[in-house]
């Protein structure tokens, strides 16, 4: 369920949430006299913003808005030619106007909005109200759980979506310091005037051109931005066909152009993948693609994938297979698991250079030549040895076929594969037992 587009969709829901604005009156003291900000004026001001913003840095665009509604109302009141820039400074510190912005448009932590939708249920029921009592209930989480693979393009549209907090808070700060020395400025001038004859340079003082010299306004430039957050023009994909829907909607977003270069394999999908290439790729939002299919498997010898080819097509009937063009003349050695020891022995013994993966032995150490890995962490790599432990652990599912599939096709040259007993291959890895 994470995993879905919906999910997505749920994150926009969540953080429009604390996006309401205030029904409430407020008087605001300014130096030119009272002003009202009224609910229509609230509702206003937030329309102005707009959807789908960036919600932390949104907060200045409302000051903004907030400002430009309080300066028409100023000069209708007292014709006092003054400008937005001003009242803003004036009024950003009026702690009533801070408080209610502050409960109708809140900084959010994209971590801390993610799980809330976990940890509250009247929150996910609000932002998903699609899920089933069912559903909504395996996805709830105590407060404090850590976060898993799946949360995480959760986690990103939060993050696009909200902003740095931090930031918004900096540049709020800053605000307030300008407002600040625009209030001290304002009082020296006057006092520099009250002491001058009306005519002199120092009346020079009230123009707004001049405001730059006496007010420093340095230290608002935006934040650095995020290298990894995008636009870019073409992306590459590599192992597509693990990625959830969600994971497709953290790439689309950062692709406008929806140029990309896709390598996958649907007989390494953990999660089976029933649609062709075409139906999953429209679905998730790629759009039209042209497709290149490799029939020919360079690295795998013929003999690892006589033994490898069956089980994965029991598993994932019509999966595109490609065809090894390569022998060794080294058939799949099957030993017992008490072996592992001496086959490692044996072939550093005899190979000095290389490297070897055992798979499917977490306790396992490894060394500098031999690494010991998960069949997912081994995923993409290649190794002159594989040591594949116990193949059956791996259960008689998808998942488990596609891990002994890829387990068995990360060697370039030799595999052997360790059971409980010797007898030969185990019914989890093919149907045909090879030549021995």
Known sequence: MKSSAGMVAAIDAAVGFYEQP????????????EVEVTGDDWADVFSAVGGRTVHNEARDELWDALADVLTVKIQTTTGADVAA??????????????????RAWPLLDPTETV???????????????????????????????????????????ARRRLGDPE???????????????????????????????????????RSEDIDGVLVDETGMAASDADPLAGPFAHIVVDEAQDLTDAQWQMLLARCPSRSFTIVGDRAQARSGFPETWEERLQRVGVGALRR?????????????????????????????????????GVPVSFRAMSDQAAVLADWAEANEEGTACVIGAPQFP?????????????KGLEFDLVVLVDPAQFGADVAGAVDRYVAMTRTTSQLVVLSPDSGGPSRSIGSRRPGR
């Open 22 to 33: 205030p029904t409430e009156t407020i008087d605001v003291e300014t130096a030119w006299g």
């Open 85 to 102: 820039e001003r009242v803003r400074a004036e009024v950003g510190a009026d702690p009533e106007l801070k408080a209610a912005i502050g």
């Open 115 to 157: 799980a809330d939708l976990w940890a509250v249920p009247a929150y996910l029921r609000l932002c998903a109200p699609w899920l089933t009592a069912e559903q909504a209930a395996l996805l709830r989480r105590p407060e404090g759980t850590a976060f898993t693979t799946a949360d995480l393009p959760l986690l990103d549209t």
């Open 167 to 205: 930031a918004a808070r900096q540049r709020q700060r800053r605000l307030v310091e300008i407002g600040e020395q625009r209030r001290v400025r304002a009082r020296v001038v006057d006092e520099l005037i009250a002491g001058d004859d009306g005519e002199g340079l120092v009346t020079m003082l």
């Open 292 to 328: 290149t299919t490799l029939t020919v498997n360079y690295r795998t010898p013929i003999e690892v994938m006589e033994v490898a080819r069956p089980g994965i097509l029991e598993a994932l009937p019509g999966v595109a297979v490609p065809e090894s063009i390569r022998a060794t």
């Open 366 to 378: 490894g060394d500098h030549r031999v690494a010991s890995l998960s069949p997912s962490a081994a």
